[in-house]
């Protein structure tokens, strides 16, 4: 619980960061966080472009983080509601819940039924929870969180920082860098899916190489990171993946990259820095993708795409020419009719 | 093992509420249950429908439950099967099932492993497994089974009689309904994926919402329901979702629904009640579906439903446009080359 | 570290198996093994196939195999490469993978805090990891490995030689065969999606069945097979899965097939011998697909597939037709510009 002006004291730099407007004149006492349609009062939320406009009208926040919009500042005003304006409220509403909420954290200290094997090398002020299980040859960062039943295999090398989410498996031949998050029953570092068909059936390939993630990293829920039979998979410094995705084996991923749900990459794919791939995208093997390029959400890319290529399709083309031929598709049964009664020409 | 009368007994108010006739001459010892085609003697099996109803002709099942079909029951009668009809021979099995069967349930009381954190409210008859984490300002409600190795994090509740299966994780700020399931390595409660992009790269967005499950909700394997950043992810009484699911933050979805195995809904989709999706289904961000509506696997949602409308494809059109639509482009080839020869006029 | 002759004398019956040519001038000291990219001195690495040969001119690997293509050979000749032919170069540098690099194993014995209940039967040198929870009436074979935290419900069998990765659940009435491989967060032998729709809501139908994976079968992480009803959900002998596969409820599937991430099958799915599925296909309810068929990646499978067919698209149709109508789609606004035109005709 806090007054506006006392939030706007704590955001500090944050809000010198952006080119902001205020209007000081009221001062509320305000008690959580809630979005727009639902916000009642003591709440402050915020407004990110027109679509949610509408909704100053309507809210019941006492507070309001809006856009560089005069008519819409002019109606909060109309409405009593306090209000902030920023070039990027949302960026600025993400501040402001940090102000009043920050995730759990286990407290420092090892839980005396973790079992840290002889010859792990732990930093300084690391947590680690109940129920983990370090193997040994495992070198822990400072200040790392490691939350309950996690498993660690020998081999692994953590940044400092990093946190590793409940149930989560890190496996042999894993370097994950400082500031990174690991997610539930995600696992890094499991073994490629390399199989040689022969006359007698598969031969499988032990997978020798490392599976590294830079700093900065995040891995969601249940996704799972495959390591090569040689060389390196390895994620580039703050790229995000989001849950239930695959990577496998020997997949090169630039920086700044976001992998959105149940995305997949086959084996030895190629990804630039900047690449936005959205739900469900699934990439062939050895496949590039250049930088900053995006594919809208279940696009099956079989070829490489280029530096700030947008696509979409099943196969993958163009967007534009997507959205042309997806309407188009539409209109086929009168294009057939009209085949049917003209195809003998 | 029982008789077959012994089991009509038994099921007592189902038979009463199914419109049913039996045939009381034969009475067989019955030892288990099986499926219509691999039936064996001993077996019940049941038909449901003209597709299996050719078996009745060959299966070794000892007695059967039948559709109010006279052609199926009288060849039933003249394999000398036992049999009872039922308006709905599926329902009527599922309960047959419960009399032979139940699922394994761990003993009432708390394994000695388990790491109750102080702080902890449990009810009545809980059930609590080996190597369970329950963390500072949890609260169980009566009847609750938790399997071993699942963790919770501070600051959740969870309703009566239900259960969790063993390795899922519960993060902070949910709420469990009574006789919910949530199945193995399923995350409850992730972090949403919200991260802004800023000229120097993406900021974390804390998730500082709640994730409710409503009473009788079942979670599949490895599925996740993310929390999101204000606001609730909710999921409606009785709604159930497969394996491999992912709920994004910000989601509502209506009671009494069926999401089929990897379906993902992106962040801020509504979902009405009733509604069915089939395995594979994607719904992008801030979708609406409404009650009833139905897509089948694989549909990509790019857009509103409306209520009790069918989709398909993707992108997802009315699911009678694309099954004539998928047909016709197979006759691309032809409808191809008459353009190529016509194209100039 | 090891000489290159001191490989191939340990490669013993490999080498003989394989037609092999050898240039025995060169001897280098080994220490590792790399991708052909990237491959320094030292190291061995392979070329398989025409699109990595012309790395053979450019590599800093000390060894190669290379195939059966006296142009290659002559060209790691003239750079003063090592080098062995054979006639399929992936298997035996798989087998030379074996040589240089085993994956960890657990020591034998049984952690101490491990909880094994009372009434399971365990055979000679099994490794039980940290944290395991092994439930009443499980039986385990001779040589098997399971990692910390698995957790094994009662009622299960696991063969000869299994391998159990960290987190992975076993539930009740699951029979694993003898030299499988469970990887993390995979969960066998979970419920079946089987909720029947009544009146007043779903009823749950309780999955009495059995889940029973053959000799040589792979399980990815975070995949789920599902235990059935009635009746069996069946992995053929050597079939493997990547990881987030989903098997519904009495899928059979044949031997030697390879299922890649994302796989799902809905229920009752049945699979051929030596069936190769790509990543994110979907399979629909009851569907039948012919030994040694292929779907190429993303295919929505809803008819049956024959015997050595190969399909793709959404839905599936041959694989041939599929690049056709693919390619054609793309010209669909020129065709539709010439309908509009011509329509009235």
Redesign the interface.
Known sequence: MMQFSELITKLGSAVAASSLGTDSQLDPILTG???IE?AGSGMI?YIEGDKFAKFVGSTGASALILPMNEVIQAAAIDRGIAWIAAS?P??L??QV??V?????RLPVGI?P?A?VEAGVELGENVSI???V?I?PGVKIGNGVTI???V?I???VEIGDRSIL?????I??RVRIGAGCVI???A?IG??G????P?AS?????????YTVLED?VEI?????V?R????ETRIGR?T?L???V?V?H?CLIGS?C?L???V?L?GGVKVGNGVLL???V?V?NQVTIGDRAIAS??T?I?RNVDPGEVVSG??A?SHK?WL???A?????????Q??KR??S?
């Open positions: 966080l809630a979005p639902s939320s990027e949302r960026l509403f993400a819940i940090k009043f909420y920050q995730p759990f839980h039924s079992v929870g109940a129920h299980v193997q939350h309950p039943n498993v295999y020998p081999d989410h409940a149930n989560c498996t496996h042999e997610h539930s029953g696992a499991s073994e899916f390399g199989f040689v022969t059936g598969w031969f499988k390939m032990e997978q020798a190489g900065g969601g829920c249940n996704s799972s495959d090569p039979a040689v060389g703050d995000k989001d849950n239930l695959h496998g020997g700044n976001a959105a749900a149940q997949g086959a959205a739900g469900q699934g062939a959400s279940k099956g079989h099943y196969p083309v020419l042309k031929t997806s188009i598709v539409n209109r086929l049964p009168e294009m057939y009209f085949f003209n195809q020409s």
